[in-house]
């Protein structure tokens, strides 16, 4: 069974602090994917990585990068924190990209 | 632009009747649609999936419907059980890429 783990359930941070969020998958997934979930919103993607050291913008890349040097590993970087990064965030992955997505149980961001 | 739309936020079914959500999209070059479930402090985990030559897909108690003229697809629970309690999201893609467009939920109660 495929196995998302994000490595943190809750973070609080403080606002213009550079965050890093991490994700692991263990089934040797091409791709790899962030999101963030806000309510009335649905799941927004942020970015998405297809292979290693490669990315390409979502829908909602403004604040944030990723990081994807190793095939199991991709990271969201928040640059400088701000308030409105509040939220609950995503990381999937998939074996290829037209295939449904694992998803990882969730970070809930809060900037204060 | 909110390229897929669910929009009921939420709904009420009493145990042992059908559950009936639905979707609609605005792409026409989307051909891939899936549906998720969310309990709370959990990741989405993947129900079903269509593709657009169909019109009826069916795993056990879930079937979803597609109606390509309409841009339309439902998810239909039957019999609904209180364990089906949970947001549901439907997705869509379009073949050409690695991007799923998520809808924004529908919250399901299964009341005993």
């Known amino acids: 069974d495929v196995k998302v783990t994000q490595s943190s359930r809750y973070l609080v941070k403080r606002t213009g602090e550079k965050v890093f969020l991490e994700c692991v998958q263990d089934?040797?997934?091409?791709?790899m994917f962030w999101y963030r979930q806000d309510p009335g919103l649905g799941l927004r993607l942020i970015y998405f990585?297809?292979?290693?050291?490669?990315?390409e913008k979502g829908d909602i890349p403004e604040g944030y990068s990723v990081s994807r040097e190793k095939k199991e590993r991709f990271s969201l970087i928040l640059e400088s924190a701000s308030t409105n990064q509040t939220s609950m965030y995503l990381c999937?992955?998939?074996?290829?990209?037209?295939?449904?997505?694992?998803f990882g149980d969730g970070t809930r961001l809060s900037i204060l | 632009d909110q390229q897929v739309k669910q929009n009921s936020p939420s709904l009420s079914v009493q145990e042992g009747r059908i559950s009936i959500l639905n979707c609609d999209y605005t792409?026409?070059?989307?051909?891939?649609f899936l549906w998720y479930k969310k309990y709370p402090a959990e990741g989405p985990t993947f129900l079903i999936s269509?593709?657009?030559?169909?019109d009826k897909n069916e795993d056990g108690r879930f079937t979803v419907f597609l109606n390509k003229s309409a841009k339309h697809l439902s998810l239909h629970i039957v019999p609904s059980q209180p364990g089906d309690s949970a947001v549901y999201f439907c997705?869509?893609?379009?073949?050409?890429?690695?991007?799923?467009?998520f809808g924004t939920g529908t919250s399901l109660t299964v009341i005993p």
């Open positions: 999937a992955s998939s074996l290829l990209g037209y295939q449904p997505q694992h």
């Open positions: 269509i593709s657009s030559i169909k």
């Open positions: 990585s297809y292979d290693v050291k490669m990315k």
């Open positions: 089934m040797d997934h091409e791709n």
């Open positions: 792409n026409s070059m989307f051909d891939y």
């Open positions: 997705a869509a893609s379009a073949n050409t890429g690695n991007q799923f467009y």
